[in-house]
């Protein structure tokens, strides 16, 4: 069946980065996008972005652009996320997603939470 | 790329049913049948239950239903159960390439 199995929670200090991988099994990998949604504690669903494992493309939301990095390692059906220049709004749960479509997101990770705090 | 608007929270007794807009712009629901919505209980990672606007995957209940108007995008759930209560979360696919979340319904089973 098809699963995705995120990196451990993280705690950064302001201005660090922080890097959370999504392991892939179960499908062909480079046949869907991956996307990335976060959470903040208490709050919705907010959309960070995806990648093409196929052709390497990327699609980030204006608010992240210049900080975040979505890359694919494809021989380990792999997806990663950056996100650099941590500050506290960023502390949430960040979870990997395949997609179907740009909005169709079938099979989520389990989430990693990432606590930014000095 | 403003969020999509969902009530706050809405709330239904067993049994009965009941609707979930998602209201958008011409930038957005109204211009694509990409209009998916999503069930997240609490510490649980989203699950899909609608996408297309009406399309259900397998293994979803049929009392989940979804319709859209115009800018507007709904979700209907009938024949309320306990186990419904929870989050619900609408997103849309936008003229700009990207992707847009509603701020999330609540709802309460009472």
């Known amino acids: 069946q098809v699963q995705l199995v995120q990196s451990g929670a993280e705690v950064k200090k302001p201005g660090a980065s922080v890097k959370v991988s999504c392991k892939t099994s179960g499908y062909t990998f480079v046949t869907y996008d991956i996307t990335w949604v976060r959470q903040a504690p208490g709050q919705g669903l907010e959309w960070m972005g995806s990648i093409s494992p196929h052709t390497g493309d990327t699609q980030y939301t204006q608010d992240l652009q210049g900080r975040v990095t979505m890359t694919t390692d494809t021989s380990r059906g792999t997806a990663y996320m950056e996100l650099r220049s941590l500050r506290s709004d960023d502390t949430a749960i960040y979870y990997c997603?395949?997609?179907?479509?740009?909005?169709?997101?079938?099979?989520w990770g389990q989430g990693t939470l990432v606590t930014v705090s000095s | 790329q403003s969020a999509l608007t969902q009530p706050a929270s809405v709330s239904g007794s067993p049994g009965q049913s009941i609707t979930i807009s998602c209201t958008g712009t011409?930038?957005?629901?109204?211009?694509?049948?990409?209009v998916s919505w999503y069930q997240q209980h609490p510490g649980k990672a989203p699950k899909l239950i609608i996408y297309?606007?009406?399309s259900r995957p397998s293994g979803v209940s049929n009392r989940f239903s979804g319709s859209k108007s115009g800018n507007t995008a709904s979700l209907t759930i009938s024949g309320l159960q306990a186990d419904d209560e929870a989050h619900y979360y609408c997103?849309?696919?936008?003229?700009?390439?990207?992707?847009?979340f509603g701020g999330g319904t609540k709802l309460t089973v009472l």
């Open positions: 297309d606007v009406t």
């Open positions: 997603a395949r997609a179907w479509r740009p909005e169709r997101f079938d099979s």
């Open positions: 997103n849309s696919y936008t003229s700009s390439n990207t992707v847009v």
């Open positions: 011409t930038s957005d629901v109204g211009s694509y049948n990409y």
